[in-house]
Antibody
Framework: EVQLVESGGGVVQPGRSLRLSCAAS????????MHWVRQSPGKGLEWVSG????????GYADSVKGRFTISRDNAKNSLYLQMNSLRAEDTALYYC??????????????????WGQGTLVTVSS | EIVMTQSPATLSVSPGERATLSCRAS??????LAWYQQKPGQAPRLLIY???TRATGIPARFSGSGSGTEFTLTISSLQSEDFAIYYC????????FGQGTKVEIK
C-alpha cells in the first residue's frame, strides 16, 4: 500500500523559512514524479511544485517561484519543499502527492494519486 | 491561466438518487481532466482521470464525461459514503483545480 507521510509544518513568522518533508513507502519511489499541493480556505486547492523521478524536470506555481525549492532523495525515499520568504498567503495544509505515471515528467500534464494526509503551515506574526 | 468553474456549489441529493456535477474550463483542456473526492479531515482521493477513466478501486457508480471545456461527473445512485466535496482539476496546461461542489444529504 502506498503511504505518504508529510512532516515539518508549524507556525512561522512572515519572512522566515520552513522545510517540509514527505516520507514515501509502498512503491518504487525513484520511478515516479512527486508533487506538493496545498489547500487553504481562501484559495482552495493549488498545485505548488513537482519534481520528476530523476529531478530532471521541475515545475513551480508562479505564486511560489523564486521562494520555494523542491528536491528529492531517492536513496531515502523522501521528498522535500524548502520554503523561504514565507508570506501570510502561504498559510495552508500542504499535501505530498504521487504522480501516477511511471518515469513521468513534470510538464504541466500531471494529476495526482494518491495524496498524503498533509502538514499544516501557518505564517503569522 | 485556465480557470475551472464548478457548479453548483452545493448539491442536495437523497440517498439512492442520481447526482450530476458540472465543471467548465475557461479554454479547452482536451480530455486532460481529473475528478477528486474529499471527505472531512481527509486528503482528496482520485476518482476519474482522462475525463472518463475510473481510477483503481473506484466503484462503477462514478462516471465522468466530456471534453474540451465542458465536463460532468455523475454518481448514479448515491450511497451514504458519497456525501463529500468533489473537485475537478485540469492538467492540460499546469494543474488547476475548481472550487469544489459539496454533495450533501437532502
Amino acid at each position: 500500500e502506498v503511504q505518504l507521510v508529510e512532516s515539518g509544518g508549524g507556525v512561522v513568522q512572515p519572512g522566515r523559512s520552513l522545510r517540509l518533508s514527505c516520507a514515501a513507502s509502498g512503491f518504487t519511489f525513484d520511478d515516479y514524479a512527486m508533487h506538493w499541493v496545498r489547500q487553504s480556505p481562501g484559495k482552495g486547492l493549488e498545485w505548488v511544485s513537482g519534481i520528476s523521478w530523476n529531478s530532471g524536470s521541475i515545475g513551480y506555481a508562479d505564486s511560489v517561484k523564486g521562494r520555494f525549492t523542491i528536491s528529492r532523495d531517492n536513496a531515502k525515499n523522501s521528498l522535500y519543499l524548502q520554503m523561504n520568504s514565507l508570506r501570510a498567503e502561504d498559510t495552508a495544509l500542504y499535501y505530498c502527492a504521487k504522480d501516477p505515471l511511471v518515469l513521468g515528467r513534470v510538464d504541466g500534464k500531471n494529476w495526482f494519486d494518491p495524496w498524503g494526509q498533509g502538514t499544516l503551515v501557518t505564517v503569522s506574526s | 491561466e485556465i480557470v475551472m468553474t464548478q457548479s453548483p456549489a452545493t448539491l442536495s441529493v437523497s440517498p439512492g438518487e442520481r447526482a450530476t456535477l458540472s465543471c467548465r474550463a475557461s479554454q479547452s483542456v482536451s480530455s486532460n481532466l481529473a475528478w477528486y473526492q474529499q471527505k472531512p479531515g481527509q486528503a482528496p482521493r482520485l476518482l476519474i482521470y482522462g475525463a472518463s477513466t475510473r481510477a483503481t478501486g473506484i466503484p462503477a457508480r462514478f462516471s465522468g464525461s466530456g471534453s474540451g471545456t465542458e465536463f460532468t461527473l455523475t454518481i448514479s445512485s448515491l450511497q451514504s459514503e458519497d456525501f463529500a466535496i468533489y473537485y475537478c482539476q485540469q492538467y492540460n496546461n499546469w494543474p488547476r483545480f475548481g472550487q469544489g461542489t459539496k454533495v450533501e444529504i437532502k
